[in-house]
């Protein structure tokens, strides 16, 4: 599959890669991967996320529970993809966000392959419409006391609050087909 590679920047002045990220992860989820300490690249499916320039560099922002293997793997190795599949991959997505990498190799359930990444160690997913090589350049912690009771007790029931990554995109990959097809 042929891929055109952006500028970190240049994606955002692509109106409809931002709608087609934005649209896909709120509507179907994609995939963050990260590399575990075996070095096996593990997704997870996200449905939150931010993207825009903050500190003057454009960002992926990222949610994690530590309950979530994803969770150890980022803070194993400090850098994760941001993965926007394609519709027909909707399968791969649920299972990823509904399986743990403890017990599978989600990649290998999937059928799904690893896009090497140019400037971080996690690589992306092959398959992916659009991937973001993002490094982790700041994380903050979700904490009770900021939260109105409703969001603690839709969100939050059991206390495992998310870690919230600030990663900065670093390289992105379209495939080509799929950026000719939306512009």
């Not at 709120?26 to 990260?34: K, M, R, S, V, Y």
């Not at 994803?70 to 941001?82: F, L, P, S």
């Not at 649920?94 to 990444?117: H, I, Q, T, W």
């Not at 990554?165 to 512009?183: D, M, N, P, W």
Request: a negative charge; proline letters at 7%.
């Amino acid at each position: 599959m042929p891929r055109v590679d952006l500028k970190p920047d240049q994606w955002l002045e692509r109106p409809a890669l931002a709608r087609e990220t934005y649209e896909r992860m709120t509507h179907e989820g994609i995939l963050i991967a990260a590399l575990d300490p075996a070095g096996k690249l593990n997704p997870m499916t996200i449905g939150w996320g931010l993207f825009g320039l903050i500190w003057g560099r454009p960002l992926f922002q990222v949610l994690v529970r530590p309950s979530r293997y994803t969770y150890g793997c980022i803070e194993h190795i400090g850098d994760y993809t941001v993965n926007v599949m394609p519709r027909e991959l909707k399968t791969a997505v649920a299972f990823c966000g509904s399986e743990s990498g403890r017990d599978y190799d989600k990649l290998a359930e999937m059928d799904l392959n690893v896009l090497p990444s140019r400037h971080i160690k996690s690589g992306g997913i092959a398959e992916a419409d659009i991937v973001f090589e993002c490094r982790v350049v700041h994380v903050n912690d979700v904490r009770e006391p900021t939260f109105p009771a409703e969001i603690i007790s839709n969100y939050y029931p059991d206390g495992d609050f998310h870690r919230v990554y600030f990663g900065q995109i670093l390289a992105v990959s379209v495939r080509a087909e799929f950026l000719k097809r939306i512009g």
